[in-house]
């Protein structure tokens, strides 16, 4: 139970601190790239080739940001079991919550056992898209309450390929690169988004068009999309931009697409830039490191979608019988049932029928007086701006 | 996504030293990571070099075990920096990693040292 409440305030906190732990890794690694370049310019180098040199030797500042901000959120995840009596508090003062949060954890519960659960992402914060109740988020329950909130992209394009219930399945990842020459650089934040993105989001872009499939593979054109307010600043919101050049982190990307103004993604961070994840399925990388977000099909019942991530989990068992098996030696200590189904916890659980409905959001429930200080954010209201006030 | 293999080049500080090569330095002091990686390249004379792909997250996961504290100082040049510091616990930390390095080199030097 802790361990679950734990993961919920894990998936609520996570998302706005994310942005902080962003802004805090920036800081730090443009003060470690700042150094190193003043090194390289005492060494004698040109000021360019100092920069050059400086952000050669650092390496890819995303991949930095991705491995080090796990680290943190790992961290806050332990400081969150402090959180639970706070939570136990807000959900007694709200009933509506309280019901579906207590049937959402009884349900984990009852379930105990080993293979995809889906997190109903609505119940936690309406994502910012359309429709946004038929979302869920799809984790990995080893059981015992034992839930990772992430999949590998080997689990992930299972969910992907084999599910009846889901209109697309998919995975980003977040990365700030520096955009323009070495001497002038700044950096630029952006997605990398796994195919179904566009399905799953329900996003069109209001200039060019989406990635293609063929644009996901290894090896294809660089492209991307650009987001509405880098647009309007880097290209002066000119329509030509359709096949221009962008230069990142010293590729060249083609500009294919602009994305609508608003547009956000899940922790609510808006990207100056869209890339295509590129990905190989690699049934041995056991990193689950992928928070990932399927649209389902409508009038699909709770039943069905408990049935169909069974049937898939039992596919990957069957199939990968030598990746599992060392998953499940690791498994066997937790849980003598080994893999048994799971229980999914469905977004028809909080229908919510109108806008006017709406859940109790993170903003009022779910952040401890500590973290929130004196902010008092009225439902609805853009974390982001929240924070920065 | 294939993360770069950080472990192997020559010269690069190997994965399980490296949490104890930077407890090391912090032991002379809080620091900032670019002052960690210049310590150990000078003080290991060039001969070690640290991979920033390592450096950060492996500071972060000391900081995560309690071993590391990390607050936002000012510089002497009147930068903003994190600077890391070496807790109690990463004091006993090192001690005992210190030692079993020590045992692992002797052991390593003796097979190696055969004729």
């Known amino acids: ?389 | 996504m294939g993360g770069r293999d950080d472990e192997t080049r020559g010269g690069d500080v190997i994965k399980g030293t490296l949490d104890m090569l930077i407890l090391k330095t912090l032991q002379l002091g809080p620091m900032h990571g670019w002052g960690i990686t210049e310590m150990i390249e000078q003080s290991s004379q060039n001969l070690l070099s640290v991979n920033q792909g390592s450096l950060y997250p492996a500071l972060y996961r000391l900081v995560r075990r309690g071993l590391v504290t990390s607050t936002w100082r000012t510089t002497e040049n009147n930068r903003t920096a994190r600077y890391y510091a070496l807790s109690p616990s990463g004091r006993k930390q090192l001690a005992e990693e210190r030692a079993g390095w020590e045992r692992l080199s002797r052991g390593v030097n003796l097979v190696l040292d055969l004729s």
């Open chain 1, 1 to 389: 139970m802790t361990s679950w409440l734990n993961d919920l305030w894990f998936r609520l906190r996570s998302t706005w601190q994310r942005e902080i732990i962003d802004r805090e890794m920036d800081a730090e690694f443009r003060f470690h790239i700042e150094q190193a370049t003043e090194r390289n310019l005492a060494r004698g180098l040109s000021p360019e080739a100092a920069r050059t040199e400086a952000l050669r030797t650092f390496g890819g500042v995303s991949m930095h940001k991705e491995i080090g901000g796990d680290e943190f959120r790992h961290r806050w995840l332990e400081e969150l079991a402090g959180d639970v009596k706070y939570a136990a508090r807000t959900l007694r003062k709200n009933p509506r919550f309280t019901a579906a949060t207590v049937l959402t954890i009884g349900i984990a519960i009852a379930a105990n056992t080993a293979v995809f659960s889906v997190v109903n992402g609505v119940l936690l914060r309406p994502l910012p898209f359309p429709e946004s109740n038929r979302l869920a988020y799809i984790g990995w329950d080893y059981g015992n309450g034992n839930r990772i909130s992430s999949l590998s992209f080997f689990q992930l394009s299972y969910a992907r390929e084999r599910s009846g219930v889901f209109d697309g399945v998919m995975t980003w990842r977040t990365f700030e690169r520096p955009i323009g020459g070495p001497d002038d650089f700044e950096m630029a934040s952006g997605v990398t988004v796994s195919k179904d993105f566009f399905q799953v989001t329900r996003i069109r872009p209001v200039l060019g068009r989406t990635f293609d499939d063929a644009e996901h593979q290894p090896g294809a054109a660089d492209v991307a999309l650009l987001g509405n307010a880098f647009w309007r600043e880097r290209f002066a919101a000119r329509e030509d931009v359709l096949g221009k050049t962008l230069q990142l982190d010293g590729r060249a990307y083609t500009v294919i697409g602009v994305m609508p103004p608003g547009f956000k993604m899940p922790n609510e961070a808006a990207p100056d830039v869209l890339l295509a994840m590129r990905m190989q399925i690699n049934p041995n990388d056991g990193g689950q490191n992928y928070n990932t977000l399927a649209r389902l099909r409508p009038g699909i019942s709770a039943a069905r979608i408990d049935a169909d991530l069974k049937n898939i989990s039992r596919q990957i068992i069957a199939e990968h019988p030598d990746v599992l098996g060392g998953k499940k030696s690791a498994l066997a200590a937790k849980s003598s049932a080994g893999f048994v189904p799971s229980v999914p916890v469905v977004a028809s659980l909080v229908g919510r029928s109108s806008p006017g409905s709406r859940f109790p959001s993170r903003s009022r429930s779910i952040l401890r007086p500590r973290a929130m200080r004196d902010l008092t954010v009225p439902i609805g209201t853009d974390r982001a701006s929240a924070i920065s006030a």
